[in-house]
T-cell receptor
Framework: GDSVTQMEGPVTLSEEAFLTINCTYTATGYPSLFWYVQYPGEGLQLLLKATKADDKGSNKGFEATYRKETTSFHLEKGSVQVSDSAVYFCALTSAPRAGYSTLTFGKGTMLLVSP | DTGVSQDPRHKITKRGQNVTFRCDPISEHNRLYWYRQTLGQGPEFLTYFQNEAQLEKSRLLSDRFSAERPKGSFSTLEIQRTEQGDSAMYLC?????????FGEGSRLTVL
């Protein structure tokens, strides 16, 4: 079945440092890939997505490229801020069934950014 | 705020009791999902509704769990005879197509 593996956290960085959170996946067919973010006390929010190989998703300075050859979708940001402190989830959805898809999530990676 | 609303936000109950959670999706979203998230894990799919029809149930959804969406708007998730292993955050999400919008979740603690 489908699965997502993320690097374990917490990831602790100083403000303005470079961020990478690794994500690899196993899926049938051609999945769509997502990064969700959960800020303290809030619900999950979609951060970015990519729907086919070599697509790059980007939002709020974060980027991730869909790499089919390495089955990866690593999240990067060039300069993190304290406000980026949150839990980040990598997720995928396989080929839709009857027009809908369910998400398979990784375990999440906590990011802590200090001033 | 017209986001996904869940109630209650936190429920503490004793083992063996029944609990019910409610989810109000974003209006006009015809798709509604329930997920469960335990500590240190990512959300796991439980069940999916399109309008009032329950189209998919995960094997995680044991016989003690039942979900309904009677009029195709709000949904309820009931857990009967709760067990300590049911302690988790129960997340609801809704969508029209594509992106899922999640609520803040209902945390269940079973003593």
């Amino acid at each position: 079945g489908d699965s997502v593996t993320q690097m374990e956290g917490p990831v602790t960085l100083s403000e303005e440092a470079f961020l990478t959170i690794n994500c690899t996946y196993t899926a049938t067919g051609y999945p769509s890939l997502f990064w969700y973010v959960q800020y303290p006390g809030e619900g999950l929010q979609l951060l970015l997505k990519a729907t086919k190989a070599d697509d790059k998703g980007s939002n709020k300075g974060f980027e991730a490229t869909y790499r089919k050859e390495t089955t990866s979708f690593h999240l990067e940001k060039g300069s993190v801020q304290v406000s980026d402190s949150a839990v980040y989830f990598c997720a995928l959805t396989s080929a839709p069934r009857a027009g809908y898809s369910t998400l398979t999530f990784g375990k999440g990676t906590m990011l802590l950014v200090s001033p | 705020d017209t986001g996904v609303s869940q109630d209650p936000r936190h429920k503490i109950t004793k083992r063996g009791q029944n609990v019910t959670f409610r989810c109000d999706p974003i209006s006009e979203h015809n798709r509604l999902y329930w997920y469960r998230q335990t500590l240190g894990q990512g959300p796991e799919f439980l069940t999916y509704f399109q309008n009032e029809a329950q189209l998919e149930k995960s094997r995680l959804l044991s016989d003690r769990f039942s979900a309904e969406r009677p009029k195709g708007s709000f949904s309820t998730l009931e857990i009967q005879r709760t067990e300590q292993g049911d302690s988790a955050m129960y997340l609801c999400a809704s969508s029209v197509t594509g992106e899922l919008f999640f609520g803040e979740g209902s945390r269940l603690t079973v003593l």
